[in-house]
């Protein structure tokens, strides 16, 4: 990952507190617009499957999901993986998952966060996952790493 340096910062609020970055990963530019300088990191299910399908983009998302000091795993994500994992019977790709998200800082889904939850999914009509991943990354000051377009525009969310 190379850091391009600060931009004027296009958020949908127009508040001085968002920065932005022109982020590289293996040639490929993506535009961060991120609330802090946050040092965690929250993967969701797109990523994972980038990553432990060895997709185009699992080399940038590999840069998040290899720091596990830093990486935050909602149950949301953990219950979209598994799922899909054991629907496809590939128990390699399953313990590469399991390795990886276990040795992170798991994110349970309680009350509080669901509350924050259904407050993201109507204010920015996301769908349930959705919003469970995002408000999990709000609530812990994490930014959101994902492939998943329906996050483009939101504070805090990197699209490589």
């Not at 040092?39 to 399908?53: C, K, N, P, R, T």
């Not at 040795?103 to 993201?120: F, Y």
Request: proline share 6%; aromatic share 10%.
């Amino acid at each position: 990952m190379l850091l391009m340096g600060p931009y004027e910062s296009k958020s949908p609020s127009q508040s001085p507190n968002f920065v932005g970055w022109f982020l590289t990963f293996d040639g490929r530019e993506a535009i961060v617009t991120a609330m802090t300088d946050s040092d965690l990191y929250l993967v969701d299910s797109s990523g994972w499957v980038e990553f432990i399908g060895d997709g185009p983009k699992s080399g940038a998302f590999g840069h998040y999901l290899n720091d596990f000091s830093r990486l935050l795993v909602p149950a949301i994500v953990v219950y979209e993986i598994h799922k899909k994992l054991l629907l496809t019977k590939n128990d390699r790709a399953l313990g590469r998952f399991i390795s990886h998200a276990f040795r992170a800082k798991q994110v349970p889904l309680d009350a509080e966060l669901a509350d924050s939850a259904a407050r993201a999914s109507i204010g920015h009509q996301l769908a349930m996952a959705d919003a469970i991943v995002y408000a999990s990354a709000q609530m812990h000051g994490a930014q959101l790493v994902t492939a998943d377009p329906d996050f483009r525009g939101l504070p805090g969310v990197i699209i490589p």
